[in-house]
């Protein structure tokens, strides 16, 4: 190798090339190795090194320092902090607020997690809802007195960015504790989750309805409790798994069923346990009320599948905003794990048929609705 010397132009860099930035790593490596052994590099680069000039001073030698030693150095200096008593002041007040901040994080993941055992589901205050440590303050050792403190809250689905910690907390209390109960944090998918707290924390589970909307709720909620009471008074001591404190199933489907239709799905299959297929059949599938009738006197008009009349499926089509919504309800096997598999495998036939590769034709629906007076679906 040689040194650059005064040659003119292209040829000095050509010289030179060695030392480009670019082998600035490679030439520091090199260097470090030459400081510790000499002998143990290249000959040329132990000729060149050596050419290079040396400074000393009345504080330092005439033999270099390794730079990793210097980085080092520098590296242990920068943590070095000068304290002052206001320094340490300021930082221990700031490092409070920063751990209370976190406990706030906690707690707000705490009531999406765990805020539905506290919901108000029970209309008649029967039980009592079970004690959850987490929803507390102090178990995230917080207190009242950092109730007028402003905290970040985090996604911003709340609306703000920032709020005091009696606004979270009672946000939190509207959002899960209120009369709908969410339990969700078990699913996988993410987007999922922040899907379903953006929709729940923005309305505070309590979303605005259009007049005509409510006086369709509440048409829905008549008749599904109409029927209910029918049967009731018509035919006391006959098993029928009604669904008593579950009414709300009624206008939920029909407006899935709305919203799935204008979102371009051509069938919807569903799947669900006894317990509120009866009020399905006839509020939601259209099935003849007489015909449930004849059924409970036992003037079926069919014979052969020896079912009982809580089991029974059955077909029909429904006007969406997408267009008609083809609606079919499975039959209900005693051995209510082999329902979701069934209706899973009977879409995906219904998808082959169709040709739907994308899925957007065909939507599976399968549910159950537990213990009366709770109101609780599944």
Known sequence: MTQATSLP???????????????????????EAYLQDPNGIPPEWRDYFDQLPRV??????????????LRDRFARISKMRVRTDATVSHDSHATEYERKQVRVVQLISAYRQRG??????????????????????????????????????GTGYFGRAEATLAQIRSDLESTYCAQVGAEFMHIVDTEERHWIMSRMEAVRSAPEFATQQRLNILRQLNGAEGLERSLGSKYPGTKRFGLEGGESLVPMMAEAIQRIGGYGAKEICIGMAHRGRLNMLVNILGKNPVHLFDEFEGKATYSGSGDVKYHQGFSSNMMTPGGEVHLSLAFNPSHLEIVSPVVEGS???????????????LCPSSFMVMRPLRGRVW
């Open 116 to 153: 539905h055992q506290q919901a108000k589901l029970d209309p008649l205050a029967l039980n009592e809802r079970p004690d959850v440590p987490d929803l507390t303050l102090s178990f995230h050792e917080l207190s009242e007195a950092d109730l007028d403190t402003t905290f970040q809250v």
């Open 347 to 361: 879409v995906r036939a219904r998808q082959d048929r169709r040709e739907d590769a994308s899925g957007i034709q």
């Open 9 to 31: 132009g292209m040829l000095a860099l050509w010289a030179s090339s060695h030392i480009a930035g670019g082998n600035a790593e490679y030439v520091d490596a090199l260097y």
């Open 56 to 69: 000393a001073t009345e504080t330092t030698s005439i033999h270099d320092v390794p730079h990793s030693v």
